[in-house]
């Protein structure tokens, strides 16, 4: 019998709890993502998933040319590994507006852009760009449905856009929706919510153009929406968990979204305290926590119970118990990959079922150097 495909033959070496990266998986799932997209050019997926340069430079290397990101700190990294064209889909405000300009300055070759909802967001893109000297990007953030940043489609909203347009040192490069709240297990279903979504944002998008105001681009969607938005040509792309995945989505969605899980968090096995427990060195920091038991699903125990889990502990309930051993390892996907990334300083490189390097979670730090 062949190996399991998260087996690691060296993995006595790899301190636990650790972040594993299968490289080859993830080759596969950037594939998958250019199958969905059809060409590069459409995609601009978001880093926050990863946080990694290895990965950014993955991509480039496929004719992924811009990124989208949550902080200034995945923004400088991109630019850093070479990538044309960020945009930080986060209102910038206060001090991180001049952050961004600064970035804009260090990093000449690469166009940095944010989004606002709001006049006062404006100013402060404007202040800082006009400070600094440079010429920064804006796109109108939208809000399709989901209602936590953004601004409806209609007067305001048309409002803001000729401002954004009119104001010296800001360029407006489009629109930006994320129908996060959008994930319906059935595809017929998230389909027909995300056309209901967008319908209003299209019909903007039209009366933009009539009043002499050019989108070059609509940023659209995230993961669940990824292959709705891709069958439509007039949209880039914006999926960030599909470079990783987890059984949270993998779960919901195996049939129109078929990404590989490429992350596994190494744990051990630290106690076994009573009849039919294991308790594992795989706390909740070490796991995104954010949501209900199972948090973490182990390849060798899919159907163990989690009964209580502290800052560096997880004690669970088998009746398996008796067959795991004080030491031994056990393999875990997380239900959410993007915050889990972010709790763990580096990731160990899995190729060919060995360890071969590891890579540092860059941009887990929200400040790199500006």
Request: glycine share 6%.
């Amino acid at each position: 019998m062949s190996p399991a495909w998260f087996h690691v033959e060296n993995e006595a070496d790899i301190p636990s709890p650790a972040l594993l990266f299968f490289r080859s998986r993830i080759e596969h799932n950037l594939q998958l993502m250019l199958k969905i997209a059809g060409d590069p050019q459409r995609l601009r997926p978001h880093v926050k998933t990863h946080k990694t340069a290895e990965i950014i430079a993955m991509q480039l290397k496929l004719g992924i040319t811009q990124f989208k990101t949550s902080t200034i700190a995945e923004s400088e990294m991109c630019a850093a590994v070479g990538a044309a064209d960020v945009l930080l889909a986060m209102p910038c405000v206060g001090i991180n507006a001049h952050r961004l300009a600064e970035l804009a300055l260090k990093f000449p070759d690469t166009q940095f852009s944010s989004i606002v909802d709001d006049v006062d967001t404006v100013r402060f893109l404007a202040s800082a760009a006009q400070q600094h000297n440079v010429t920064l990007g804006v796109y109108l953030e939208l809000d399709c449905g989901m209602s936590r940043t953004g601004i409806f489609p209609g007067d305001e909203a048309a409002i803001l856009a000729h401002a954004i347009k009119d104001t010296p040192r800001l360029q407006f490069r489009g629109l930006h929706a994320y129908d996060g709240h959008i994930h319906d297990d059935s595809l017929d279903v998230r389909r027909e919510r995300c056309d209901a979504a967008f319908e209003p944002v299209l019909q903007f998008r039209c009366r933009l153009q009539g009043e002499g105001i050019i989108v070059k681009e609509l940023v659209a969607g995230g993961s669940p929406t990824f292959g709705i938005h891709a069958t439509y040509p007039d949209r880039t792309l914006s999926p960030g968990t599909t470079v990783l995945w987890d059984f949270g989505y993998g779960d919901k969605y195996p049939a129109d979204l078929p990404f590989q899980p490429a992350a596994v968090l190494l744990a051990r096995v630290i106690s076994k305290p009573g009849k039919n427990r294991i308790t594992l060195d795989l706390g909740h920091k070490s796991v995104a926590p954010e949501n209900p038991h199972p948090r973490v699903r182990f390849e060798e125990l899919p159907d163990a119970v989690a009964l209580m889990q502290s800052e560096e502990h997880l004690v669970l309930e088998t009746e398996r118990a008796h067959e795991f051993t004080i030491g031994q390892a056990l393999h875990g996907l997380p239900r959410h990959v993007c915050p889990t990334v972010s709790m763990h300083g580096e990731a160990y490189i899995i190729e060919d079922g060995q360890t071969t390097e590891r890579w540092p979670i860059t941009a887990r730090n929200r400040l790199i150097t500006v």
